[in-house]
């Protein structure tokens, strides 16, 4: 039958995996690697990197960046059908996947697939922190307290709906900024969360960056690994 690993390797440094993902990387016999481009080396291979055993198979995955639901589903079905063949050959395969397999990962989707083509296959999906978690710990402000809501939202996010979960929520985490900063700094200002905010990039890397100011960066390159914290203070 075999076992897959799901495994979430964190923000992006080896100094954030859990135990339990490092033992799981210890007894693999093949690492998958998930790619949205070919050339672009994988943060989380260069996170686990440091964890894998030295006869490990590096199997790289494409999975591109595109709105094309249908090319989306072709390279999930083919990354299934890949692991497939690599647990029935090998036994035991991990699959990484930056921050937690299961919030905003390419693994939901190839698990669901693989549930499909290969039910056999049994699955363990082993968390990973996100960065969101990371990037609070980082500045040190709490992202909710006593009754407070958090929404995460992943960018870009429309004026009509933004305006309408900014009313039930106190705190928004704004995923994958660098695709549309300047507007989304502009739905801040409109709905009142522009007095406390943060901008984090690259969190726990020798290169983690971070201010209380992100309006400050407007004109500039935001880093693809970057999020942003906001909050509205209800008196």
Not at 92 to 117: A, Q
Not at 194 to 218: I, Q
Request: with cysteine.
């Amino acid at each position: 039958m075999g076992i897959l690993y799901g495994i979430g390797v964190g923000p992006g440094e080896s100094t954030y995996l859990t135990e339990q993902a490092t033992k799981a990387l210890a007894a693999s016999s093949v690492i998958c690697v998930p790619k949205s481009k070919v050339e672009r080396t994988s943060v989380a291979y260069s996170a686990a990197k440091a964890h894998l055993p030295a006869t490990a198979i590096v199997e790289e995955l494409l999975f591109p960046m595109t709105r094309d639901e249908k090319e989306l589903q072709e390279h999930w079905e083919q990354a299934a059908s890949r692991v497939a063949q690599l647990v029935a050959e090998y036994g035991t395969v991990s699959f990484l996947t930056i921050g937690d397999p299961l919030l905003y990962s390419t693994f939901g989707y190839l698990m669901k697939c693989l549930g499909s083509l290969a039910p056999s296959v049994q699955v363990e999906v082993i968390p990973g922190i996100s960065s969101f978690t990371a990037a609070a710990a980082l500045i040190k402000v709490p992202l909710v307290e006593k009754n407070e809501r958090l929404a995460i939202v992943p960018v870009p996010i429309s004026v009509d709906d933004f305006i309408g979960l900014s009313r039930y929520v106190d705190t928004v985490v704004f995923l994958k900024v660098s695709s549309a900063y300047e507007e989304t700094l502009a739905l801040l200002e409109r709905t009142g969360f522009a007095h406390e905010a943060y901008l984090v990039s690259r969190v726990g890397s020798k290169d983690e960056f971070w201010t209380n100011d992100p309006f400050a960066y407007r004109d500039k390159a935001i880093d693809y690994l970057s999020l942003l914290i906001a909050k509205r203070r209800r008196n």
